[in-house]
T-cell receptor, first 114, second 113 residues
């Protein structure tokens, strides 16, 4: 069965430091992978997605992610974190046929210290 | 228009009330979704509509009743809810091809008293 694992429940990073959020997936075929961000009380905003091609994907707000098939990973990175990046981050895989829903990881809470 | 609009943003209802949540998109997306999200948890799928037909019902209690009047609108009718149904209810839409991702609304914060 398809699944997504985000090993880190909570991460604290100093402002200006680099960030890496981990995501591992389990899926039989080539997965369609997504990273979403959610600020408190808000909906989910798509940061970036991967479905084929270049394994390094650029997203909004300075985020990027790298797809590594050998490690079944799709880690999210940002070279310099801003206080406004504090939020909940969800990795998700699009499984099944078109029109079927996303499978989400449990999320990672990012705190940014000054 | 690249948004999914949900109304109301906040809703407080008693356990005997009937209320409805509304979701609207004008991106031409043909699949629409209802998710339920409890605090500090990922969204949980409730229903999927594909081409205005209910295609997935994730064993949701009958006190939640979805409706898709047309390709742009999705409603969630609520009746006789329980306090544990209090949550953020998110609507999403997609082009029907998962490559393009899913656009989420900002949600309705529901409190059942």
């Amino acid at each position: 069965a398809q699944s997504v694992t985000q090993p880190d429940i909570h991460i604290t990073v100093s402002e200006g430091a680099s960030l890496e959020l981990r995501c591992n997936y389990s899926y039989g075929a080539t997965p369609y992978l997504f990273w979403y961000v959610q600020s408190p009380g808000q909906g989910l905003q798509l940061l970036l997605k991967y479905f084929s091609g270049d394994t390094l994907v650029q997203g909004i707000k300075g985020f990027e992610a790298e797809f590594k098939r050998s490690q079944s990973s799709f880690n999210l990175r940002k070279p310099s974190v801003h206080w406004s990046d504090a939020a909940e981050y969800f990795c998700a895989v699009g499984a099944g046929q078109a029109g079927t829903a996303l499978i989400f990881g449990k999320g990672t809470t990012l705190s940014v210290s000054s | 228009d690249t948004e999914v609009t949900q109304t109301p943003k906040h809703l407080v209802m008693g356990m005997t009330n009937k209320k409805s949540l509304k979701c609207e998109q004008h991106m031409g997306h043909r699949a629409m979704y209802w998710y339920k999200q409890k605090a500090k948890k990922p969204p949980e799928l409730m229903f999927v509509y594909s081409y205005e037909k209910l295609s997935i019902n994730e064993s949701v209690p009958s006190r939640f009743s979805p409706e898709c009047p047309n390709s742009s609108l999705l409603n969630l009718h609520l009746h006789a809810l329980q306090p544990e149904d209090s949550a953020l209810y998110l609507c999403a839409s997609s082009q029907g091809d998962r490559r393009y991702g899913y656009t989420f609304g900002s949600g309705t914060r529901l409190t059942v008293v």
